[in-house]
């Protein structure tokens, strides 16, 4: 199953604007591929505006958000994988979502090592009964 983050990125960003406020996006600035300028990060994270209004060419979609922003009068085209995004919320109110820091080798295209015997490791999960799901109602 895809990652739920990128449509709860867009998600937010698209509510948050609507109520007229500031979409500011927490980042990893450490994050691999990140490309942010690196004079304004402190402890490794960025805040970003990505207002309409802060930013240009504003393209979010499931692997990145990037856009052209001016740090200090100077241009800069930014990239942020969405991995690397810890957070969005309103500038004016602080309500949103913070995220679970990833890993980039939580990526789908981690390479899985496989066993031949078809034995499931001791700490997955048991398998999943078959049939009909049901709810059980307790009180």
């Not at 990128?6 to 996006?25: G, K, Q």
């Not at 740090?71 to 309103?90: D, K, N, R």
Request: charged letters at 20%; hydrophobic letters at 35%.
């Amino acid at each position: 199953m895809n990652s739920s983050r990128p449509y709860l990125v867009r998600a937010l960003y698209e509510w948050i604007v609507d109520n007229d406020c500031t979409p500011h996006m927490l980042v990893n600035s450490e994050f691999p591929a990140v490309q942010v300028p690196q004079g304004f990060a402190s402890d490794g994270q960025i805040v970003l505006n990505v207002s309409p209004s802060a930013v240009r060419h504003l393209h979010m979609d499931n692997e990145a958000v990037s856009f052209e922003g001016r740090f200090g009068g100077v241009p800069h085209t930014l990239y942020v994988p969405i991995g690397a995004i810890l957070g969005i919320y309103a500038r004016e109110n602080g309500q949103g979502m913070v995220f679970d820091l990833e890993s980039p080798l939580e990526d789908d295209d981690a390479i899985e090592l496989e066993d031949d015997n078809d034995v499931p490791p001791p700490d997955s999960e048991p398998p999943r009964p078959s049939g009909r799901p049901s709810l059980k109602v307790v009180k």
